[in-house]
């Protein structure tokens, strides 16, 4: 009987472990509590109205589909025995493993605040894509029927929290659909007015990268008319705005892209965690205790050779699932296993759709140059298990005729309910505040 | 001053009527509580994931940017004051006009039993789309990981209720992804084994349509493994299946094609309205005692010469919002209305990915080339809105390689709160019982 291999997520740690185990001599169940396979890069340009969910995602069990030795379930870890080397599932069903690998990703931290999630949402999936999409565009429909000046300022507002890449993209693509994208679809409202501002705790933007890079993504975030906001904390977030410190900015639409933590998951191995609860592995990527259970990809708190930590990457994930697959297959022949060499592609960062900021070892690139090294790169990567003319040509082309069945409003089930039921629109369910007036009439 | 024209709904009939008025001296405000517009017939391919909501809808406001003298508001009728001329919308904010079309179409009947609303969702917006996709992917999912036989069997049958056109669709294209398109994605479940039913109270499917052409149906469905029971009404429906009359039918997914009822703001107007609430329209398409307002589309109860009713399919909706467009011209020059003449150009409806039945006046076409027939006539439909060769090369990629980005499970908020309150994946929120037993293995 072969060995039983459970792989815990199906991102790219977790689908590239599979894969790098397509010849072992193993039984693998690949679990992931949604269907899909997601590239995260692109997952701004969903939030953004540019791309499709359909098209940076792919069914699980479709990119297996054909790896024999493989199959997929869609359920969700519950919880870890390392000592009965079985993985509990949430629905009560349980998988006996002779390997495991964990590679479950991060969510989202609100440092504490939790209750800021319902008001600021963050990005890590595709819901969260739909989610902050919704958002954004019913701001521009509300202001385009709100006779009220301030209400509409408010409207217009849009706070990102968090400096790192994330942010910085989800900030360039805000003010640039604001500016180029919509405004002749408006006719009340000047979108170009909207104020998208950018709040960062460091004393720069994108604090992991080069201070040259730092100051041109900062230079070209202006250029779109994004306000940075160095040097400052968000204290608090409610439905109505934000609050920075001592000043207020009345903001209805307002994005988490500050903080990250690891999957509860890991907190049930009984090993040391970090900070940001993510495992501190083995430098081969094997938990302290258990030589059975990896762990890779963003759940991980691996570190490069020279001590600092490997940041959450796709290609780190990558590099952190094949290498475990090589680990596993070393063991099951008898031979030792080798430490993980994280090998740094470089970072990158878009600000709109034509800049990016980019470092790959001593070179730096930005503008024109760095984006079109973004486009090819992301491309690459994600077609890896796709046709790649095909994906190509729908990708760039959605890309660059700002492709409009993107920008879809779509309500959510319990505003759908409501108006079942009720027979009304529902109270802006995000929090809101209604309109107070009655029969206001709208200038004409 | 211009006159104010105000349509509400922004479908095919709404929009037509809207284009129509491009060059006549109005402003013309038009009203929709969702802020796209959305190609019904496609529908269904939405909900059977083989195509993505971005390819069959688009904001409303980009269809009308270029008309400089219509805008477009999000917002909902809630009810009509035709002494006061004045549309009184959801939020409190009102609209008054000089002229009023309302195309606000129709939405589900459950014939009086609402509470079924719930367990058999239907199909007229993308959100139900969308809602009918997560139920069939997630039942094949859940089918995968379930050891019991006898759930199994249940997470595998499908139940649509409802023989026309819509069911006729959905059921044919259930049938096809369970027997083409998904098989290999699986290890544990055989998907061909999926047992897809159509319930039709009538004695045949299509019974708008010709005898002819509902055997034709009748086969293609047959041929494609799907069972037809026609002549039985469905009694009961329940998260775990259907009663038919005495019979019961244990069934995760239960969908609903059955019954129409134009929407609630109609009720408003004060004027007689059919069995099915739609409103009933004089010959020139306004409304008995007020020749400023204009129903059309699937709201109004309009009969053709032969005092047949007119079907609720697009080119109707189309014809009736150009003709209200032209009679509300002709009021305005002091000329006299006409009343609306519908051109019948067929009916249509596929089975299957290859198969489909079609009538025009006396020609009968059934098979392939009704299918390339109708595939063709929807491209053109739709495509009067956008490019034409970048929308056919799209689609037709799309549809032929049976794009797996489709694929994909979205969780509702619902869920992915409960999971970010309680920790655990949340109970089948559809009312499907979960696993009783603890640790069961699954047998590998």
């Keep these: 009987m072969p060995a039983h291999v459970v792989v815990v997520g199906g991102g790219f740690a977790g689908l590239y472990a599979a894969r790098g185990?397509?010849?072992?001599?193993?039984?693998?169940?690949?679990?992931?509590?949604?269907?899909?396979?997601?590239?995260?890069?692109?997952?701004?340009?969903?939030?953004?109205?540019?791309?499709?969910?359909?098209?940076?995602?792919?069914?699980?069990?479709?990119?297996?589909?054909?790896?024999?030795n493989a199959r997929v379930l869609l359920a969700e870890g519950a919880a870890v025995e390392p000592d009965a080397r079985r993985l509990r599932l949430a629905d009560g069903l349980a998988l006996d493993y002779d390997y495991l690998v964990l590679a479950a990703g991060a969510t989202h931290s609100y440092f504490g605040h939790d209750e800021w999630s319902r008001f600021a949402p963050g990005l890590k999936t595709l819901e969260d894509a739909e989610e902050i999409r919704r958002r954004v565009l019913t701001a521009f429909e509300r202001a385009e029927a709100d006779p009220d000046r301030q209400r509409r300022e408010a409207l217009l507002t849009f706070v990102v929290i968090g400096g790192g890449p994330t942010g910085v993209e989800l900030a360039?693509?805000?003010?640039?659909?604001?500016?180029?994208?919509?405004?002749?679809?408006?006719?009340?409202?000047?979108?170009?007015?909207?104020?998208?501002i950018l709040v960062e705790g460091n004393d720069r933007v994108l604090p992991a990268l080069p201070p040259s890079l730092s100051a041109a993504a900062q230079r070209d975030?202006?250029?779109?008319?994004?306000?940075?906001?160095?040097?400052?904390?968000?204290?608090?977030?409610?439905?109505?705005?934000?609050?920075?410190?001592?000043?207020?900015?009345?903001a209805r639409t307002v994005l988490w892209a500050a903080g990250v933590a690891g999957a509860p998951l890991a907190r049930t191995l009984g090993v040391p965690l970090d900070a940001a609860g993510r495992v501190l592995v083995n430098p081969d990527l094997t938990v302290p205790g258990h030589e059975e259970i990896y762990v890779v990809g963003d759940l991980a708190a691996a570190r490069k050779r020279?001590?600092?930590?490997?940041?959450?990457?796709?290609?780190?994930?990558?590099?952190?699932?094949?290498?475990?697959?090589?680990?596993?297959?070393?063991?099951?022949?008898?031979?030792?296993?080798?430490?993980?060499?994280?090998?740094?592609?470089?970072?990158?960062?878009?600000?709109?759709?034509?800049?990016?900021?980019?470092?790959?070892?001593?070179?730096?690139?930005?503008?024109?140059?760095?984006?079109?090294?973004?486009?090819?790169?992301?491309?690459?990567?994600?077609?890896?298990?796709?046709?790649?003319?095909?994906?190509?040509?729908?990708?760039?082309?959605?890309?660059?005729?700002?492709?409009?069945?993107?920008?879809?409003?779509?309500?959510?089930?319990?505003?759908?309910?409501?108006?079942?039921?009720?027979?009304?629109?529902?109270?802006?369910?995000?929090?809101?505040?209604?309109?107070?007036?009655?029969?206001?009439?709208?200038?004409?």
Tied chains: 1, 2.
């Design 21 to 68: 185990l397509a010849r072992a001599p193993v039984r693998i169940t690949l679990v992931d509590r949604r269907n899909h396979h997601l590239f995260q890069p692109l997952l701004y340009q969903v939030a953004t109205a540019a791309l499709n969910p359909g098209d940076i995602a792919e069914p699980i069990r479709h990119v297996l589909s054909r790896q024999r």
């Design 172 to 196: 360039g693509a805000l003010a640039e659909i604001a500016r180029y994208t919509i405004p002749r679809d408006f006719r009340t409202v000047a979108t170009e007015r909207a104020r998208v």
């Design 221 to 250: 975030l202006e250029r779109l008319g994004v306000h940075v906001w160095t040097g400052k904390r968000v204290t608090g977030v409610d439905p109505r705005g934000v609050q920075i410190g001592e000043e207020r900015v009345a």
């Design 306 to 444: 020279s001590g600092e930590p490997i940041p959450g990457v796709a290609p780190a994930a990558i590099q952190q699932g094949k290498h475990a697959a090589r680990n596993l297959v070393a063991t099951l022949r008898g031979r030792p296993r080798t430490p993980f060499v994280y090998f740094d592609k470089g970072v990158m960062a878009t600000v709109g759709r034509g800049r990016a900021v980019a470092g790959f070892w001593r070179i730096r690139m930005t503008g024109i140059l760095a984006w079109f090294a973004w486009l090819f790169i992301h491309i690459w990567f994600l077609v890896d298990f796709r046709n790649r003319a095909a994906v190509m040509f729908q990708w760039l082309w959605h890309y660059l005729t700002f492709k409009r069945g993107t920008r879809l409003i779509l309500e959510t089930p319990e505003e759908e309910r409501f108006r079942a039921v009720v027979g009304v629109a529902p109270p802006d369910l995000d929090g809101w505040p209604p309109n107070e007036s009655d029969t206001e009439r709208i200038v004409a």
